[in-house]
């Protein structure tokens, strides 16, 4: 796999978008010819060359590519938006729209990752050592399809509305999370090993949410079933399940509803 190092020399007095910072953009490039790819800033055009050093020689594709980003890029999005193959990582923070409609590769962000991040995405795999902004694994505004595969693991925490309209795909939480999760979603699995606020799984037809934490108020459309030992993402614990959210229609399977389901840890 060959090495991409992408770092900024100058901070932008907006914000940068760099649809560009993908293996499958630059596969098959040199640095110059990546230097001169376009990035927009307000209404102006301009070129990667202009705010970052390119070192380096790309894959002849996307999967035999690995694009490397230093610095701090706290205003730089779309850092893998749309990527299908190949290897990013981001040695600092990054803006909105990290690895938004991704289908595969891996992105891997040293630091923290903004609002937006994963939005819909399909596969592959993202790994934030940091946190994550609002709206992790959530639909585009105004669509109804969140994220449908791969896996987002924050070792941190992330904020409201995660995984609005899932369907599918694992996120692991290693901290706290913030209101709103799960909403609408008609399968997936959500792990929250910190604590969670309010509306876990709102409107839910399908999915699971397991909590090792606190919720600071249940949605009213849960119903307690059983207790069930399990072993989730590594630890093996005991779980109070709940069937919800009861106010939505529910799939049925040999004439018996699916429901979405949430865990709480005893």
């Known amino acids: 796999m060959n ?12 914000f940068i978008e760099a649809e560009c910072f993908t293996p499958d953009a630059i596969a098959g490039k040199s640095a110059d010819a990546i230097s001169k790819l376009p990035i927009y800033i307000g209404k102006t055009t301009e070129t990667v060359g202009d705010y970052f050093a390119v070192d380096g020689k790309a894959g002849a594709t996307a999967a035999d590519t690995k694009l490397v980003i230093k610095g701090d890029t706290s205003r730089v999005k779309y850092i893998g938006s749309k990527m299908t193959a190949g290897e990013v990582v981001i040695n600092g923070n990054a803006d909105m729209y990290v690895g938004a409609f991704m289908s595969g590769g891996k992105i891997t962000a040293k ?55 899932m369907t599918g795909g694992e996120i692991i939480i290693g901290g706290n999370v913030d209101v709103h999760v799960m909403t609408h979603a008609d399968g997936g699995k959500v792990v929250i090993k910190g604590n969670a606020k309010s509306r876990l799984g709102g409107q839910a037809s399908r999915g699971e949410i397991y909590l090792f934490g606190t919720v600071d108020v249940m949605m009213p459309g849960y119903a307690y079933f059983e207790d069930a030992e399990l072993e989730v993402a590594g630890t093996k614990a005991k779980f109070a399940v709940y069937n919800g959210d009861l106010g939505e229609r529910h799939p049925t399977r040999k004439g018996q509803p699916i429901y979405a389901k949430l865990y709480l840890k005893k």
């Not at 090495?3 to 907006?14: C, D, E, F, S």
Request: with cysteine.
């Open 3 to 14: 090495t991409v190092t992408i770092t900024i020399t100058k901070q932008p007095a907006l």
């Open 111 to 165: 630091g923290d990752i903004g609002h937006f991040a994963a939005t819909s995405m399909s596969g592959g795999e993202i790994i934030a050592e940091g946190n994550a902004g609002n709206y992790l694994a959530a639909s585009y505004r105004g669509d109804w399809r969140g994220m449908s595969g791969g896996k987002i693991t924050v070792l941190g925490n992330v904020g409201s509305d995660c995984a609005t309209f």
